[in-house]
Every structure is written in C-alpha cells, then in structure tokens.
C-alpha cells in the first residue's frame, strides 16, 4: 500500500473545510453579540468559565471513546455482529457517564458556585447544568465523527457537523437576544443546537447497531481508554487553569478568551486536517510500521506543512477582524493572537510523534507525563499571572506544551524506530514560536500594531518552506513548465 497523496488531499481538504466552517461561522457572530451596549469583556469572562465546564463534561462522558472506536474499528470490522455491539456500548457507555455526572453536579452545585467570585457564577444551576448536557452533546458528536471517518462515510461527517454548526450558531444568537443580552442566552442556545444534533446521531447509530451493551467488549475498550481518559481529564486541566487563576480578573480573562477562541478556531481546522491523517496513519501501522516507514514519514511531513501553514495564514486576518469588528476592550485580544495562535502548531507536532503511541496501545503513558506537565502548568501559573496576567497564562501554556512534546519525542524513539525527519518535523515548529516570541517581544517595547508582528511571521514561515522544500519545489515548477 502506498500513500495516494491525490486522495489524500481530497479528503484533507473535505475535513479542512469542515473544520473551518464552525470556526469562521463563530467568529462571525461574536461581532454580533458584543459591542458597548451587548456583551463585553465581563460577559466574555463568563462564557470563559462555561465552555471550561463543558470541556469538562466532554472529556468526562467521552472517555475517549473517539480514539477508542478508531482504533478498535481496525479489530472488528469484520465481524458484523460484534462490530454493531462494539458501536452501541460505546454510545450507551456515554449516556450512562452522562446521568452520572449530572447527578453529582446536583448534589454539590451550591459547592461549586461558591468556588468563584463573580455573582453571575455562584449561582451554578442557571448555567451549569445546561454546560454539562453541552459537553455530552460534544462526545456523541465527536464519536460519531470518528467512526464516519474510519468507515469513510465522508458525507454522513461532513451533514452532521454541518446540522450542528448551522443550528448551534443561530440558536446562540437567537439566545442572547432572547436572554437580553445575558451569557445564558448563549449557553442555552448552544444547549439547544447541539442536542438536536445528538439526537440524531443516535437515532441513525441505534438504527444500525441496535441498542446493546456488551460487557466483554467494552472491558477491552475501557482498558485501552482509561490510561487516555486520564491523560485527557489531566490535560483539560492543563489547558483550562488558566481561566480560574484569572477568573478574579473579569477583564483579563474575557480578553485572554477571546484570543484563545481565534486559537481555538484554528484547532477545529487542525482537528479535521487530522481527520484526514489518522484514517491513513493508521492504515498503514497496520500494515507493519517499519515496513510503511517512508510512507508514514511522508504523510506526517505534509501534515506537519500544512498545520503550519494553516495556523501561521490566519494570524493576519483574525487580527485584522478584531480591530475592525470590535467596539469594546476585546479589541485588545488582537495583540496576543500570534503567540497563542503558535501553539496549535505545537499541538500538531505532539499529535504526530503520538500516533504510533495511540496504534500500539501503549496509552499508560499519556498519564504519567500528563501528570509531570500538569503540575509545571499550575506551578506556572500560580508564580505568573499574578504578575504578568494574560502573559503569565500564556507563557505557562507555551511551556508546557513543550514540555509534552520532549517527554513523547524520547518516548516514541524508544518505542518504534521511525527516522523522523528532524528538519521538517522538529525543527520548524520551533523556529516559528522563536519568531513569535521576538515578534511579541519587540511589539511591546515599541507598541507596535500586531499586525506587523504577525507579516514577519509569515515572511519566515515562507522563507523556511522555500528552504526546506526547494527540490521539491523545483520538481514541481519543471513539472509545470514542462506541461
């Protein structure tokens, strides 16, 4: 089997698009719904804490059952009967983690508010309740999206990310001027969406599976899973203890969100580009991955360009989007997308130093380094946003990412032995967050606009690619000449 780079991009492109769609869509409507007599910088901070509860509830129901039914899509396909029971355990292991959590979020919910200092967050029922339903709506989509990518179901993924991005965007809309102009408008609305979506995910999946939970089955798949779950539970608070150190700081942190949801636009895109990664990854470890060495360097090496050219292409606009479309504070959160927007690079890089890890089952490990990260990422926190604020947060989340990355780097090494080639894999992301990092630095001495920041960033981006890829290049302008 060797790499069918035309089919390749096809789908990196279908998934890509996908992917974007949410993201350009969210954007969109954010102008709509702040602005100096709607939603400002406080209001912001609110759907911050919010969407860190439904990411919460998302990485509890999920139990990664997303890489789980990926991975174990590849041991029952071809037996029917045990496939269809595999589907729907796995679906019903959600809903039942679901009730589970809803149900200790009722008995400790005066617990929880009094955890924070704002009083439109003491009271957690107002909102709480309604992001947890949003965060199991996000594991049913999410598994459902990666079992229609393993079967190549490509227009079942792209209808149903559609349905949910379209009904979750108007609703949130619909929501805050209902709410009159509340944060609740917008959890509401999004509850709305997003279970109408789910709905019909399990009516077509109860469809064609039944209604089944077997036991034996998901004993393996739980055991694959835990060591992820774990590792993902230790890596949502990786990703989220910035927002409650900073939760005190109404302003900041509406600020710090706003980037981060640029960032986070660019991470749905990246997630669909995976989409189209993984199916193929996988395809060929089965075949042996010393074997499919080349073929597995080469796939990984496209993925890599193009994270980075993705990310590194939607600096300019998101700036530019910020400081015409937004009336209030929120405009400030343009100074900081370059080096936030970086860190998806880095993401990309770990995800593909990862895979052969998730394909041999050796998911223990995701749970002792996430364990070391985590505690790097609140000692961070705790000696830096007191200080330094929005870039105590963000240098805490840099640092630990990287940190990630060189503990799976030497992992992965001794795990399989694939010739990663280090100037397209390892070295580039690196050099991008360098020239971010300088980027920043000089911008706040000099109080520059970000923008410029942003074009240099770009200039080298496109200077490294020249670099790095001239005989390719050169091939293909012959190629072109040639024609």
């Keep these: 089997m060797k790499l069918n780079v035309k089919e390749y991009f096809k789908l990196s492109v279908i ?32 759907l911050a804490i919010t ?7 998302f990485v509890f129901t999920l139990f990664s059952m997303g890489n789980a039914i990926s991975r174990f899509y590849y041991d029952y396909q ?55 339903l949003i965060g199991i709506n996000r594991s049913i989509v999410a598994t459902a999206g990666a079992l229609y990518r393993n079967e190549r179901k490509v227009k079942l993924f792209v209808t149903i990310n559609l349905l949910l991005t379209v009904l979750r965007t108007g609703l949130q809309v619909a929501g805050i001027f209902f709410y009159d102009m509340s944060f609740l408008g917008y959890v509401y ?5 997003s279970s109408f979506t789910s709905l019909i995910i399990l009516i077509i999946n109860y469809y064609n599976s039944g209604f089944s939970y077997d036991r034996k089955i998901m004993k393996e798949v739980n055991s694959f899973a835990r060591p992820l779950f774990q590792y993902n539970l230790i890596a949502w608070g990786i990703v989220y203890i910035d927002r409650y150190f900073l939760e005190q700081m109404p302003e900041q942190l509406g600020i710090y969100n706003t ?14 580009l995976q989409s189209a990664v993984q199916p193929e990854l996988y395809s060929f470890m089965k075949e042996g991955i010393e074997k499919q060495e080349e073929e597995i360097k080469k796939i990984s090496n496209l993925y890599i360009l193009q994270a980075q050219g993705i990310t590194v292409l939607l600096m300019i606009p998101s700036i530019l989007y910020l400081l015409i479309f937004y009336e209030t504070n929120l405009r400030m959160a343009s100074a900081f997308i370059t080096i936030i927007f970086i860190k998806q690079i880095l993401v990309a890089q770990y995800n593909t130093l990862s895979m ?11 749970l002792y380094f996430n364990i070391i990260v985590l505690c790097f990422n609140i000692l961070l926190n ?66 520059l606009n970000p923008l410029i920041g942003a074009i240099f960033i770009n200039i080298c981006f496109v200077i490294g690619v020249f670099l790095l890829y001239k005989k390719e290049i050169q091939r293909l302008w012959i190629k072109i000449i040639k024609k």
């Design 259 to 272: 980037a981060v949801t640029f960032a986070i636009g660019v991470q749905l895109i990246l997630q669909g």
């Design 189 to 193: 609305g999004t509850l709305v969406g």
């Design 51 to 57: 969407e860190s509860i439904a990411s919460f509830a």
């Design 382 to 447: 705790y000696l830096l946003i007191p200080v330094f604020q929005i870039y105590g947060a963000i240098s805490a989340s840099l640092a630990s990412t990287v940190l990630q990355i060189i503990l799976m780097y030497f992992y992965q090494k001794k795990l399989v032995k694939i010739k990663w080639n280090i100037n397209k894999i390892v070295i580039p992301p690196f050099l991008i967050l360098a020239s971010a990092i300088i980027a920043q630095l000089v911008q706040i001495k000099f109080s």
């Design 78 to 132: 071809e037996n029917t009967p045990d496939y269809k029971r595999m589907i729907s355990s796995i679906f019903n292991s959600i809903l039942l983690r679901g009730v589970l959590l809803l149900f200790i979020a009722f008995i400790f919910k005066d617990y929880i508010g009094n955890f924070f200092s704002q009083p439109e967050l003491k009271n957690f029922s107002s909102y709480g309740f309604a992001s947890i």
């Design 15 to 46: 998934y890509t698009v996908v992917g974007a769609i949410p993201s350009v869509l969210q954007v969109l409507v954010q102008p709509i719904i702040e602005g100096n007599d709607r939603l400002g910088a406080r209001d912001f901070s609110h």
């Design 356 to 366: 052969p890890v998730y394909f041999l089952k050796k998911t223990r490990v995701f």
